[in-house]
């Protein structure tokens, strides 16, 4: 880590980060979003949402380290706190090759032995046959208006490894605004509703799609990238077999 100390003060505006340190070390973190549940009972302050952090709370904690997101947190934010005098590390991370290899960044640059979970999220997914898509499905990430996956995505990434092609994998959007009687005429085989962003149920989504089986997969699953890959593909191919 040349020409960086370990931090001993962490803010994470990120979930899926604040969990993977969280799982190594809690007590580097003393800041985390609205939207950072795991691991439960997490004792931190809370800074608002991914979108929306109160800098000015954030720079008040006096971080070493805030961690970040190219795609969940807003440019404009994290020059605010580059402003403030803080120093943010800002992931991208549109695949699984990326994830394994950013979080093992992350983790480095907060002082952190590699984790066992991280080889064992390694050794899931790459331990799966490679196979080609047997289904095409829609995956919606909203709904009024609706928002699905398109091109680019980790989450796209990650069903096409178990068998999944989304429909829209190659559209121009990475979150393209499809109108429902487009996606009626789309000639999908499923759709796949996550309960995050947008909180999908039995009794919220699937009703839009009767002529379609519906995959109720988990968020955490499908689009964190952290300890939840260990067991990701077990859980969302449970999921999407259950729907066939």
Known sequence: MTGHSSPRRVVSLVPSL???????????LVGATDWCSHPEGLDVVRVGGTKNPDTARIAALAPDLVLANEEENRPQDLDALRAAGLDVLVTEIRTLDQALSELDRVLTRCGLPRPDWLDA??????GLP?????LTAIVPIWRRPWMVLGRDTFAGDLLARIGVRQLYAEHAERYPRIPLPELAASGADLVVLPDEPYRFTADDGPEAFPWLPAALVSGRHLTWYGPSLATAPEVLSAALGAAR
Not at 121 to 126: E, L
Not at 130 to 134: G, L, Q, V, Y
């Open 18 to 28: 604040t969990e993977s340190v969280a799982a190594s070390a809690p007590e580097l």
């Open 121 to 126: 999220a390694g050794d899931a997914w790459r």
């Open 130 to 134: 490679s196979r080609a898509a047997e």
